[in-house]
């Protein structure tokens, strides 16, 4: 991936910053041999906040997942969430967190999209054009 240092911390820092407050109702998890299915559970023993983060490369695009297990997004509202300073029902649903990330991703090239569900949380892919060796 090509892209600026500051842009990059911009848009992750946004990714974790949404993840932690959808942990106002949370599962928890403490170490788990399977961490999907440990994310999952309903034990009353489970001790600490998880984010997944998985990379992979598919061709010449580099695929980047963050997924928290917190309360998710309503449907409906799953598409607004790139809109700046967006209310619903009199509550903030966003800020500039999720916007600002989705536009600098595209000033290189990459795609945000977002699956969300109140039963599993939220799910970020991010598509990155990758950078091969010998595009140096």
Known sequence: VRAELNALFRVF???MDNAAQAYNEVKEVNEAK????AASASSPNLTSKLVLVKLRLEGAILIVHVK???KGIDPDLTRQVFERFRFVRGKPLTGMGL???DRLLRLYGAKLSIESSSAQGTSVRI??????????
């Not at 399977?34 to 299915?37: A, F, L, M, S």
């Not at 598509?127 to 140096?136: I, K, R, S, Y």
């Open 13 to 15: 820092k946004a990714l």
């Open 34 to 37: 399977d961490v999907e299915e």
């Open 68 to 70: 928290d297990y917190g």
């Open 99 to 101: 916007p600002l990330a």
């Open 127 to 136: 598509d990155f054009p990758a950078v091969l060796d010998n595009q140096n």
